[in-house]
C-alpha cells in the first residue's frame, strides 16, 4: 500500500512563489508516475502537472505551463511542485497522486492560498 504525505501549502501573496513536496512510502516509487492536482473551492480536482516514472516526461495544465515546474528525486522517493507567479486562481488544496497500472493512490492535500 503506497502512502503518499504532501506538504509546502500555506498562504502566499499574488506574484508569490511555493514549493510544494510529496513523499511516498510502501512502494517502489520510481515504478510510479506521480502528479499534483488542485481541487479549488466549490470546484472539482483537476490535474496541474505530472511526471513520469524516470522524470524525462512531464506534462502541464495550460494554465501554469511557465509558471509551475514538477520534477521528482527517486532516491528520495519525493515529487516536487515549484509554483512562480502565483494567481488567486491557484488557490485551493493540491494533492499528490501516484499511478501505476490501474491503481491510483491519493494523498491528503496540503492547503495553498493566494490572497493579499
Known amino acids: 500500500q503506497v502512502q503518499l504525505v504532501e506538504s509546502g501549502g500555506g498562504l502566499v501573496q499574488p506574484g508569490g512563489s511555493l514549493r510544494l513536496s510529496c513523499t511516498g512510502s510502501?512502494?517502489?516509487?520510481?515504478?510510479?508516475?506521480m502528479s499534483w492536482y488542485l481541487q479549488a473551492p466549490g470546484k472539482e480536482r483537476e490535474l496541474v502537472a505530472a511526471?513520469?516514472?524516470?522524470?524525462?516526461?512531464?506534462n502541464y495544465a495550460l494554465s501554469v505551463k511557465g509558471r509551475f515546474t514538477i520534477s521528482r528525486d527517486n532516491a528520495k522517493n519525493t515529487v516536487t511542485l515549484q509554483m512562480n507567479s502565483l494567481k488567486p486562481e491557484d488557490t485551493g488544496v493540491y494533492y499528490c497522486?501516484?499511478?501505476?497500472?490501474?491503481?491510483?493512490?491519493w494523498g491528503k492535500g496540503t492547503p495553498v492560498t493566494v490572497s493579499s
Open positions: 497522486k501516484a499511478t501505476i497500472g490501474w491503481r491510483n493512490y
Open positions: 511526471i513520469g516514472p524516470t522524470g524525462t516526461s512531464t
Open positions: 510502501g512502494g517502489t516509487f520510481s515504478n510510479y508516475g
